[in-house]
């Protein structure tokens, strides 16, 4: 018998020791380098000590160690100057409601597992329906991230245009099914075609239309191309290029759509929140008319990972392409949520907590103030570098992305000596960022979209940029 302290002192003195830990780690990761060396044998050599035991360590032993491991092996992507991947923190109040979400253990697939978690989805699902302007019966699903919410868009796309031409795809798959055409742009996101992969649908049995020089699709292409294609279209535009943070213009695609039997999908990983900005807001004109969209919630709401969030116009076609069941699981009622209705999956963490707290927490101007202060520091980075001889800003900073490119003082090759500068960033451990190609170039990309970067951190972060490039 697994000898566990079940007693209220023991468990007590474990989790006591477990949020000491946590706190220690966020008050130091402001100022610790964002990321440092890790030799990955060594690592794993010390993490297997002498293989899995026997009889078990002791709990807190255990969580001891994770923790010393973590100082020197977990990238401070928690922390104000991490501006990889586009990568939010985690607000307090967040990381709370989730550590909440662990002790509570709940499945957050049906209704009878847990009426608090399908409250909290059902209210912060109303909530953002209403904070980025969409219509009121759009129903929501809440996934893992960006591919998962774009993978159901996807889906409930592929249901609604094949079941208007009388084919179930769900009970009959792809075989022998009609066609559809899948349009994407040349900047589409990679989890557009993972999504399209998974689907059948094909990664590249797509027709790709011409971006312009900030990345976003080109309506007049678009209008080009749909009149040569014969079949229902799925098309996929994009709210948030990942390299330049530009927009596509929605409104002209999804009218270009409607003359077409088709279903408009929108890629808003990070690029949907600025539609809960009033100063941002005008980027996303059009977000609104698209069939689904999808975001991603731990990229700029800031809650811990993971959470993503689909949003489908039409509830029938999302919940026919998901909905699962089995004679033993216990439905809903119809004023009541099932989660598994909405994803594709049943078995899943309650993510609404998070959501239903971060949102409570800031409010609309609160929302609106993160984005804005974001969007403000990555204008700050980009005239804070361009300032500088051998710098160029790739793109119009117009939400959080800032594309650098940099000019070897040999005069030599300007790819090669980019990459060694963000070799030395990343070295550095001051702040970290990763590279890109755009149009052809190698560039640095920087992304800002945690709570607490600010102006100091940027000036920091541009101090050392520039010192890694010797200029």
Same mark, same amino acid.
């Given at each position: ?21 946590? %706190? ?43 923790? %010393?491991?973590?100082d020197r092996a977990v990238v401070a992507t928690a922390g104000p100057r991490y501006f990889g991947f586009v990568v939010g923190g985690s607000l307090p109040v967040a990381v ?10 709940? %499945? ?38 960006? !591919? ?12 609604a245009l094949l079941a208007k031409l009388g084919w179930d795809v769900e009970r009959q798959g792809l075989f022998g099914a009609p066609a559809i055409t899948v349009v994407t ?22 027709? &790709? ?8 699709? &080109? ?11 014969? !079949? ?56 609104? +008319? ?12 800031n809650v811990p990972y993971d959470s993503g969030l689909v949003f489908v116009r039409d509830a029938a076609p999302h919940q026919a392409a998901m909905t699962l069941n089995a004679?033993?699981?216990? !439905? ?12 594709? =999956? ?13 949102? &409570? ?8 103030? +993160? ?13 804070? +570098? ?79 940029? +520039?010192?890694?490039? =010797?200029?």
């Amino acid at each position: 018998m697994i000898d566990i302290d079940q007693t209220r002192a023991g468990r007590s003195e474990l989790l006591g020791r477990t949020n000491e830990l946590a %706190n220690d780690f966020l008050d130091r990761v402001v100022d610790r380098p964002v990321a440092q060396p890790v030799e990955f044998d060594k690592l794993l050599a010390e993490m297997r000590a002498e293989g899995l035991p026997l009889d078990g360590d002791d709990p807190k032993q255990v969580i001891e160690q994770l923790a %010393n491991l973590a100082d020197r092996a977990v990238v401070a992507t928690a922390g104000p100057r991490y501006f990889g991947f586009v990568v939010g923190g985690s607000l307090p109040v967040a990381v709370a409601a989730d550590w909440l979400t662990s002790v509570w253990d709940q %499945n957050a697939a049906f209704y009878a597992h847990s009426p608090l978690a399908a409250a909290a989805e059902q209210i912060s699902a109303e909530w953002l329906i209403q904070l980025f302007g969409l219509a009121k019966s759009t129903s929501v699903g809440f996934v893992s991230g960006g !591919t998962m919410a774009n993978f159901t868009g996807l889906a409930a796309g592929r249901h609604a245009l094949l079941a208007k031409l009388g084919w179930d795809v769900e009970r009959q798959g792809l075989f022998g099914a009609p066609a559809i055409t899948v349009v994407t742009s040349d900047e589409s996101h990679v989890s557009v075609f993972a999504s399209l992969q998974m689907l059948g649908l094909g990664s590249e049995r797509v027709v &790709r239309v011409p971006a312009d020089d900030q990345g976003r699709m &080109r309506p007049d292409q678009l209008r080009s191309v749909l009149p040569d294609i014969r !079949t229902p279209v799925l098309v996929c535009a994009q709210a948030g290029n990942v390299n330049t943070g530009s927009f596509d213009p929605i409104a002209e695609i999804a009218a270009c759509v409607r003359e077409h039997p088709g279903w408009l999908h929108v890629d808003g990983a990070f690029g949907l929140w600025a539609a809960a900005s009033p100063a941002q807001r005008s980027l996303t004109q059009g977000i609104e +008319l698209a069939d689904s969209v999808s975001v991603d919630c731990h990229k700029w709401l800031n809650v811990p990972y993971d959470s993503g969030l689909v949003f489908v116009r039409d509830a029938a076609p999302h919940q026919a392409a998901m909905t699962l069941n089995a004679s033993y699981y216990v !439905t809903a009622r119809r004023a009541e949520r099932d989660g598994c209705n909405w994803v594709p =999956e049943a078995s899943r963490r309650a993510r609404g907590f998070a959501v239903y707290a971060a949102l &409570r927490f800031l409010g609309r101007k609160g929302i609106a103030e +993160l984005i804005d202060r974001c969007c403000a520091r990555a204008r700050q980075m980009a005239g804070r +570098l361009a300032q500088a001889p051998g710098v160029t800003i790739l793109n119009e900073v117009v939400l959080n992305q800032v594309l650098v490119r940099f000019s070897d003082p040999s005069g030599k090759d300007d790819d090669e000596f980019t990459a060694k500068v963000i070799g030395r960033v990343q070295e550095d451990g001051t702040c970290w960022l990763g590279g890109t190609m755009w149009h052809g170039l190698h560039a640095m990309r920087i992304s800002i979209s945690n709570w607490s970067t600010t102006e100091k951190d940027i000036d920091l972060s541009a101090e050392a940029i +520039l010192g890694c490039a =010797e200029i």
